[in-house]
C-alpha cells in the first residue's frame, strides 16, 4: 500500500524558515517524480514544486521561486521542502504528491497518491 | 501561462442524476488534462488522467472526454458518496507548473 506522510509543519513567523518531510513506502521511490501541492484554508489547489525521480528535473510556481527549495533522499524515500522568508500568503496544507511518471514536467504527469497533508500557518 | 476555468463552480444535485463539469484551458492543451475528486478535510483523489483514461479503482460511472481547449467530467448517475469538489489540472505546459482549475462543488440537493 502507498503511503505519504508529511511532516514538519506548524506556526511559524513571517521571515522565518520551516522544513516540510514527506516519508514514502509502497513503492519504488526512485522511479517516480515527486510534487508538493499546498491549499490554502478555504480555497483550491496549487502546485507548488515538482522534483524527477535523479533530482535532474526541478521546478518551481512563480510564488516561492527563489524561497523555497525542493529535494529529495532516495536512499530514505524521503521528500522535503525548505521554505525560507515566509509569508503570510504561504499559509496552507501542504501535501506531498507521487507522480506517475518518473521525470517532472512531463505532459504525462498526474498526481495519483497524495498525504495528508500538513498545515503550515504564518503569523506573527 | 495557460489559465483554467471551470463551469459551473457550484451545482446541486439528486442522487441518480448525470453531472457534467466543464473543464477550459486557455490555450491548447492536446490531451494533457487530468480531473481530482475532494471530499471536505480529505486529500485530492485521481479520479481521469489524459483527458479521458479512468484511474485505477475509480468506478465507471466517472468519466472523460475533451482535447485541446475543452473537456468534461460526467458522473453518469451521482452516487451518496459523490458529493465533492472537482479539480482539473493541465499538464501540458509546466513551465509555471501543473496549473489546476479553480474546482467545482458537487452538493446535495
Known amino acids: 500500500e502507498v503511503q505519504l506522510v508529511e511532516s514538519g509543519g506548524g506556526l511559524v513567523q513571517p521571515g522565518r524558515s520551516l522544513r516540510l518531510s514527506c516519508a514514502a513506502s509502497g513503492f519504488t521511490f526512485d522511479d517516480y517524480a515527486m510534487h508538493w501541492v499546498r491549499q490554502a484554508p478555504g480555497k483550491g489547489l496549487e502546485w507548488v514544486s515538482g522534483?524527477?525521480?535523479?533530482?535532474?528535473?526541478?521546478g518551481y510556481a512563480d510564488s516561492v521561486k527563489g524561497r523555497f527549495t525542493i529535494s529529495r533522499d532516495n536512499a530514505k524515500n524521503s521528500l522535503y521542502l525548505q521554505m525560507n522568508s515566509l509569508r503570510a500568503e504561504d499559509t496552507a496544507l501542504y501535501y506531498c504528491?507521487?507522480?506517475?511518471?518518473?521525470?517532472?514536467?512531463?505532459?504525462?504527469?498526474?498526481?495519483?497518491?497524495w498525504g495528508q497533508g500538513t498545515l503550515v500557518t504564518v503569523s506573527s | 501561462d495557460i489559465q483554467m476555468t471551470q463551469s459551473p463552480s457550484s451545482l446541486s444535485a439528486s442522487v441518480g442524476d448525470r453531472v457534467t463539469i466543464t473543464c477550459r484551458a486557455s490555450q491548447s492543451i492536446s490531451s494533457y488534462l487530468n480531473w481530482y475528486q475532494q471530499k471536505p478535510g480529505k486529500a485530492p483523489k485521481l479520479l481521469i488522467y489524459a483527458a479521458s483514461s479512468l484511474q485505477s479503482g475509480v468506478p465507471s460511472r466517472f468519466s472523460g472526454s475533451g482535447s485541446g481547449t475543452d473537456f468534461t467530467l460526467t458522473i453518469s448517475s451521482l452516487q451518496p458518496e459523490d458529493f465533492a469538489t472537482y479539480y482539473c489540472?493541465?499538464?501540458?505546459?509546466?513551465?509555471?507548473?501543473?496549473?489546476f482549475g479553480p474546482g467545482t462543488k458537487v452538493d446535495i440537493k
Open positions: 522534483i524527477s525521480w535523479n533530482s535532474g528535473s526541478i
Open positions: 504528491a507521487k507522480d506517475m511518471e518518473a521525470v517532472a514536467g512531463s505532459p504525462d504527469a498526474a498526481f495519483d497518491y
Open positions: 489540472q493541465q499538464s501540458y505546459s509546466t513551465l509555471r507548473g501543473f496549473t
